[in-house]
C-alpha cells in the first residue's frame, strides 16, 4: 500500500484562477508552523527535494524559505531550514490596561455613535448636507482641467499657507460678500473648517468660539450691538475671538448679514470658513483668516504644521471663483434653498400633527422643531434612521439637557420637497409611538 501524503507532498493547484505557486506554498508552509504539524525544531525538506516532490522549480521554493526566514517563521543555517519557536496561540499575556482618555475626549465618548460618527450613507432630513444632484459637475470638471494645466510642479508640496491664487481669491471675494477686511497674506488654506479650529486651540490663548451669522442649531442671529460688545469685551481681557462663518451665504430673508471680523479695528478675530457646504464636503477645503498681528509670530510654526496638500483641488478652486463659477452656483443655491425651507415649513404645518414650534431658518441648511418633554427627541430621531431618515436630536446639542432642549434639527438641504409630507407623516407617527405619559 502506499502512505499517504503529507500537507507538504500534496500537489499545488494548477487552475487558472488559483493563486501563484509561490503564494500557495508560502501559506501551506505557514499554515503547517502555526497549526503544530510543523512543530519547533523541525528540519524542513531539502529545497531541491520539495521542489521534485510538487513538481515545481527550485527556485520557487527556494523564494519562499527566504521570506519565511525574513518573517521568522524558520531559522537557515549550514544544517539546512529550521522551523523557529513560537509563541502558542491562546497563551498571549494579558493586555495592559488602556490609558485614560483627555477629559475633553470622556463626554465625547460617552455621546451615541449616531450623533458623532461622520455620515457616509445618504438618508434624508440630514442638517447641513448640501444639494450634491444640483451641483455643476461640468464646470467644476472644467476648472480641474485648467488646474492640470499647470503640470507636474503642482504635484509636488506648495506653500504652507497655501495656493497664492486661491488666498488671492478667497480676499476677493471675502471683501465683496462678507465684509471681511483682509489681504492675501492672511490666509491659511486648511483642510476644512475643523483644520482651521484646530489650529486655533494648539496654542493655549484665551479664546471666545462664536458663530454670530448663525448659531447652530436655533439659528439665532448676534446683533450689531451685541457683536461690539463681544468685541470690546474681548480686547478687555486679552482674549481673541473665533467667529466660525459656517453657511452664511445661504441667507433667506433680507441681506447677507457681514462678518464679525470687519468691526474689529484692533483685529482680534479669526475667521474660520469653509467650502463643505457651498461646494461640497469631500472637497475638504477651509480657510483661516489671521489678524495682521499674528502673521509675523506664526509664521514659522504654521510652516512646521503644515504641508500645502491638495495643490489640484486649490487651483481648480482659485479658477472656480475667479471665472464667476462660484457666484452663480451661490445664486442658484441660495434660490434653491429658499424654496425648500418655505415647502418644509408649508409641510410642517400640514402634515406633522404633534404639538410643535418651529425656529430658524433664516440661514443655512435646517429648521428647528421644539417639542414637549413627553416626545423623547433621541428615541424618535434613533427610530427615523429605520426609514431613511437622519434627523438630530436637539437635546444632543446641550451640555446638560433639560426638558426646554428637547426637538429634532430637519435639514432640507439634502432633501427634495415632492418627499416631505410623506416623511414627516412617518416622523409624526414616531413621535406619537414614542410618546411618554407625562409625569
Known amino acids: 500500500m502506499n502512505q499517504p501524503q503529507t500537507p507538504l507532498e500534496l500537489p499545488l493547484s494548477r487552475a487558472p484562477?488559483?493563486?501563484?505557486?509561490?503564494?500557495?506554498?508560502?501559506?501551506?508552509?505557514?499554515?503547517?508552523?502555526?497549526?503544530?504539524?510543523?512543530?519547533?525544531?523541525?528540519?524542513?525538506?531539502?529545497?531541491?527535494?520539495?521542489?521534485?516532490?510538487?513538481?515545481?522549480?527550485?527556485?520557487?521554493?527556494?523564494?519562499?524559505?527566504?521570506?519565511?526566514?525574513?518573517?521568522?517563521?524558520?531559522?537557515?543555517?549550514?544544517?539546512?531550514?529550521?522551523?523557529?519557536?513560537?509563541?502558542?496561540?491562546?497563551?498571549?499575556?494579558?493586555?495592559?490596561?488602556?490609558?485614560?482618555?483627555?477629559?475633553?475626549?470622556?463626554?465625547?465618548?460617552?455621546?451615541?455613535?449616531?450623533?458623532?460618527?461622520?455620515?457616509?450613507?445618504?438618508?434624508?432630513?440630514?442638517?447641513?448636507?448640501?444639494?450634491?444632484?444640483?451641483?455643476?459637475?461640468?464646470?467644476?470638471?472644467?476648472?480641474?482641467?485648467?488646474?492640470?494645466?499647470?503640470g507636474s510642479a503642482a504635484l509636488a508640496y506648495g506653500e504652507p499657507a497655501g495656493e497664492p491664487a486661491l488666498r488671492a481669491a478667497i480676499a476677493r471675494y471675502l471683501g465683496v460678500a462678507r465684509g471681511v477686511?483682509?489681504?492675501?497674506?492672511?490666509?491659511?488654506?486648511?483642510?476644512?473648517?475643523?483644520?482651521?479650529?484646530?489650529?486655533?486651540?494648539?496654542?493655549?490663548?484665551?479664546?471666545?468660539?462664536t458663530t454670530p451669522a448663525h448659531q447652530y442649531p436655533l439659528g439665532a442671529v448676534l446683533s450689531a450691538t451685541r457683536r461690539l460688545q463681544l468685541i470690546e469685551a474681548a480686547q478687555a481681557h486679552g482674549a481673541w475671538l473665533i467667529e466660525d462663518d459656517y453657511d452664511s451665504e445661504f441667507r433667506h430673508a433680507g441681506e447677507p448679514i457681514a462678518a464679525m471680523q470687519g468691526l474689529a479695528s484692533q483685529g482680534t478675530v479669526l475667521y474660520v470658513g469653509t467650502f463643505s457646504k457651498t461646494m461640497f464636503p469631500a472637497l475638504r477645503l477651509g480657510f483661516l483668516v489671521l489678524p495682521p498681528a499674528l502673521l509675523a509670530a506664526l509664521r514659522a510654526p504654521l510652516a512646521a504644521m503644515l504641508r500645502g496638500g491638495h495643490r489640484l483641488e486649490q487651483l481648480a478652486m482659485a479658477h472656480f471663483i475667479d471665472s464667476g463659477q462660484y457666484a452663480r452656483h451661490l445664486g442658484r443655491m441660495r434660490r434653491?434653498?429658499?424654496?425648500?425651507?418655505?415647502?418644509?415649513?408649508?409641510?410642517?404645518?400640514?402634515?406633522?400633527?404633534?404639538?410643535?414650534?418651529?425656529?430658524?431658518?433664516?440661514?443655512?441648511?435646517?429648521?428647528?422643531?421644539?417639542?414637549?418633554?413627553?416626545?423623547?427627541?433621541?428615541?424618535?430621531?434613533?427610530?427615523?434612521?429605520?426609514?431613511?431618515?437622519?434627523?438630530?436630536?436637539?437635546?444632543?446639542?446641550?451640555?446638560?439637557?433639560?426638558?426646554?432642549?428637547?426637538g429634532l434639527v430637519l435639514g432640507y438641504g439634502n432633501t427634495a420637497p415632492g418627499l416631505y409630507a410623506p416623511l414627516l407623516r412617518r416622523l409624526a407617527q414616531l413621535a406619537r409611538a414614542a410618546r411618554r405619559m407625562p409625569v
Not at 492675501?184 to 468660539?209: D, F, K, N, S
Open 17 to 150: 484562477d488559483a493563486a501563484p505557486l509561490q503564494r500557495q506554498l508560502h501559506a501551506r508552509l505557514k499554515h503547517a508552523m502555526l497549526a503544530g504539524s510543523l512543530p519547533p525544531g523541525s528540519r524542513l525538506p531539502a529545497s531541491r527535494l520539495l521542489a521534485q516532490t510538487l513538481g515545481i522549480a527550485r527556485n520557487t521554493v527556494s523564494a519562499v524559505y527566504e521570506q519565511l526566514a525574513v518573517e521568522g517563521f524558520v531559522l537557515a543555517g549550514r544544517q539546512g531550514t529550521v522551523v523557529a519557536v513560537l509563541p502558542q496561540p491562546g497563551v498571549a499575556p494579558p493586555a495592559p490596561p488602556m490609558p485614560p482618555l483627555a477629559r475633553r475626549a470622556v463626554p465625547l465618548s460617552a455621546a451615541p455613535v449616531t450623533e458623532c460618527a461622520p455620515a457616509h450613507a445618504p438618508a434624508a432630513l440630514r442638517p447641513g448636507e448640501p444639494a450634491l444632484p444640483q451641483f455643476p459637475l461640468a464646470a467644476w470638471r472644467r476648472a480641474l482641467d485648467v488646474a492640470c494645466r499647470s
Open 181 to 209: 477686511r483682509c489681504v492675501p497674506g492672511q490666509i491659511i488654506i486648511t483642510e476644512g473648517a475643523q483644520e482651521a479650529l484646530g489650529l486655533c486651540v494648539r496654542r493655549p490663548p484665551r479664546l471666545v468660539y
Open 336 to 406: 434653491l434653498y429658499r424654496e425648500r425651507q418655505q415647502a418644509l415649513r408649508a409641510v410642517l404645518a400640514q402634515s406633522f400633527d404633534v404639538p410643535h414650534s418651529v425656529e430658524g431658518g433664516h440661514c443655512g441648511l435646517h429648521l428647528t422643531v421644539r417639542l414637549p418633554p413627553q416626545y423623547p427627541d433621541a428615541a424618535i430621531a434613533g427610530a427615523a434612521r429605520a426609514y431613511g431618515m437622519a434627523p438630530t436630536a436637539l437635546s444632543s446639542f446641550a451640555l446638560a439637557a433639560t426638558p426646554a432642549d428637547n
